[in-house]
């Protein structure tokens, strides 16, 4: 049943690619921008890289949420899946939907970001990049499971965006937090065990209770 | 629930149903029964409470007070089987714009028997529902290409792919020309003969569908 659903949320991301592209490029940009305006120079881009990427995939991932249920509820096809299929599998296809097309392009754009942002200078370089990654694959997907809770509880509101935004960035500092001193960890040449230790538990939280949460928010916003 | 022993009637029974909907009751400790083989029309005035009933009959509005029952046993419980048998077609349509009409009756289909559908012959099905309903050869057009007519014939087309044993349908005869009103009378009558529950809105009479209980919805 999760596979029927996920596969019609991959198909009309698809037919829909342009409004997953703009929280991409909104990343790219954002972190591209501040050799500009800092400076080219390696150590003070090292020290600024982890916070920059770190914030600029938040806010990317923040940006999408928008999509998350809206189109859904607003045809009416939402009212129909959650007839005919449980809650909790309807929040399941549509986050891990969610994070295939936003969450996993970010990671595997972030090489490029490293590269811009000086964090794979010098002879460790390959690694801090590979920190990086292993901190978004471990974040990204906690940020959209706690992002569907959100979405799903404010959905009958119109203009949902801004109140989504400060209903869950409180819960989204704690794994900016973690996930960007992962890398400036790994930087400093320090132990990072720990940091990525605390992102996975946030996950593994977030992964048993997030989907139901969201499932049983989105029965109260539908009725 | 204790009660559900109690409970005598076949097809829906709603027994001391209260709805309310923006802190207005619309509907207090009211009985209705939907036995197999009949088909219900639901009259009311606009905003009477006609769409908020049919919700909280499939089971999306949650009702104040009261429990509907399916064969007997409360729809929440899950050996019921009510979600199986529903289709449930509201005002909305429920079809995405981004994808063609056949993959978004596919898509219905597929949900609804859990994949075990034999996808040729579902295409097949397919194909032949949207020629009776005169829109045949458009299965690969996308949902958003149509008119407000055809997009509304569409989903009609769900009835007919979909098995079920009870259709609740808000306002199925708006936006259609007399030809389908025609089909949609004799399908559901079809459905009926085969032991199908019908409840349905309307705004106005549909000579073309002979009806077996009127239940009405009224203002305070």
């Known amino acids: ?223 | 629930m204790s009660q559900s022993q109690d409970i005598q009637f076949d097809g829906l029974y709603a027994h001391e149903l209260t709805v309310s909907r923006s802190e207005q009751v619309l509907l207090e400790d009211a009985d209705l029964h939907l036995a197999p083989s009949t088909i219900t029309y639901l009259y009311g005035e606009n905003g009477a409470g006609k769409t908020s009933l049919m919700r909280c009959l499939a089971g999306l509005l949650p009702a104040d007070h009261g429990v509907v029952y399916w064969n007997k046993k409360p729809i929440s419980h899950p050996d019921s089987g009510y979600f199986q048998d529903l289709i449930f077609l509201a005002h909305s349509l429920s079809m995405k714009n981004e994808l063609t009409i056949a993959e978004n009756l596919r898509f219905y289909a597929n949900l609804r028997l859990k994949g075990r559908v034999h996808q040729k012959s579902l295409s097949n099905d397919i194909s032949g529902v949207l020629r009776e309903l005169g829109i045949g050869g458009l299965e690969n057009r996308m949902f958003a290409e149509l008119s407000a007519g055809q997009q509304h014939k569409v989903a009609l087309a769900r009835l007919m792919l979909e098995p079920a044993k009870i259709w609740i349908l808000d306002e199925p005869f708006v936006n259609l020309d007399q030809k389908t009103r025609g089909w949609l009378a004799d399908k559901t009558l079809a459905f009926k003969e085969q032991g199908g529950v019908v409840l349905f809105t309307s705004h106005h009479h549909i000579d073309e569908l002979p009806v077996d209980q009127n239940v009405g919805v009224e203002h305070e």
């Not at chain 1, 990317?60 to 809650?87: I, N």
């Not at chain 1, 970010?106 to 942002?117: D, E, G, Q, R, T």
């Not at chain 1, 973690?178 to 930087?187: P, Y």
């Open chain 1, 1 to 223: 049943m999760i596979l029927t659903l996920l596969k019609r949320e991959l198909k009309v991301a698809r037919r829909n690619w342009i409004g997953l592209a703009i929280p991409l490029l909104f990343f790219i940009i954002v972190v591209s921008l501040f050799p500009f305006a800092v400076s080219p120079e390696a150590p003070v881009l090292q020290k600024l890289a982890p916070g920059v990427i770190w914030v600029a995939a938040l806010l990317a991932m923040l940006l999408s949420l928008e999509q998350f249920y809206r189109s859904d509820y607003q045809d009416g096809s939402l009212e129909q899946l959650l007839l005919m299929s449980s809650p909790t599998s309807v929040a399941i296809s549509k986050i891990l939907a969610h994070w295939l097309l936003t969450g996993l392009p970010l990671v595997i754009l972030s090489p490029l970001l490293a590269v811009l942002m000086q964090i794979n200078y010098g002879s460790a370089g390959s690694s801090h990049t590979w920190v990086l990654m292993l901190s978004l694959v471990l974040g990204t997907p906690t940020l959209c499971l706690l992002g569907a809770v959100g979405m799903s509880l404010t959905l009958a509101a119109s203009r949902n965006g801004l109140l989504v935004s400060i209903l869950i960035i409180p819960l989204y500092v704690p794994i900016l937090i973690f996930g960007a001193s992962t890398v400036t960890a790994s930087l400093e040449n320090m132990r990072y065990n720990g940091e990525l230790a605390i992102l996975g538990a946030f996950l593994l939280i977030a992964i048993v209770f997030a989907p139901f949460a969201s499932g049983r928010a989105l029965k109260i916003s539908v009725g």
